[in-house]
């Protein structure tokens, strides 16, 4: 080989190179499309995944938040119910305590304005005593006058 080999390669004229940078252009043009088309396909299923992933971890939170709020529900009807058996109890030692517990509930509605009017009502061993019978005459004053007609 001569010194120089590149020189003896033949030259080509600038048309064909021009044809071979559009045909290459093309090919890279094509192979983009080509990988945008094939990349989107496998996007979509990566995208269908992560969603359904994000709904999975937002339904198992939803049930976290809805167990959690029925223990505090349970453990608050438990302190109720330790509450109102106390209560009870204080009540059957003490009992002059529901009555102040209702005087108290009764001052309050009162200042609240929640009571416009008292109606005090006699009672005897905490029944009403009825007076219906006060505008009437007596029974045997009744069948006197009927047989008098």
Request: glycine share 6%; charged share 25%; proline share 4%.
């Amino acid at each position: 080989m001569a010194k120089n080999d590149y020189d003896a390669l033949p030259t080509y004229p600038k048309v064909i190179k021009l044809l071979l940078m559009a045909f290459s252009a093309i090919v890279l043009i094509a192979l983009f499309i080509y990988g945008i088309l094939v990349g989107h396909k496998y996007y979509q299923v990566w995208s269908a995944e992560m969603t359904g992933k994000a709904r999975l971890m937002e339904a198992s939170q939803s049930k976290q938040i809805m167990i959690e709020t029925a223990k505090a529900e349970v453990e608050a009807a438990t302190l109720r119910a330790k509450a109102i058996e106390v209560i009870g109890q204080k009540a059957k030692e003490y009992p002059e305590y529901r009555m102040q517990e209702f005087i108290g509930a009764f001052g309050e509605a009162v200042n609240n304005g929640k009571i416009n009017t008292i109606i005090y009502v006699p009672t005897e061993a905490n029944i009403p005593i009825m007076e219906a019978g006060r505008l009437t005459k007596p029974k045997a004053e009744k069948k006197e006058s009927i047989i008098s007609k």
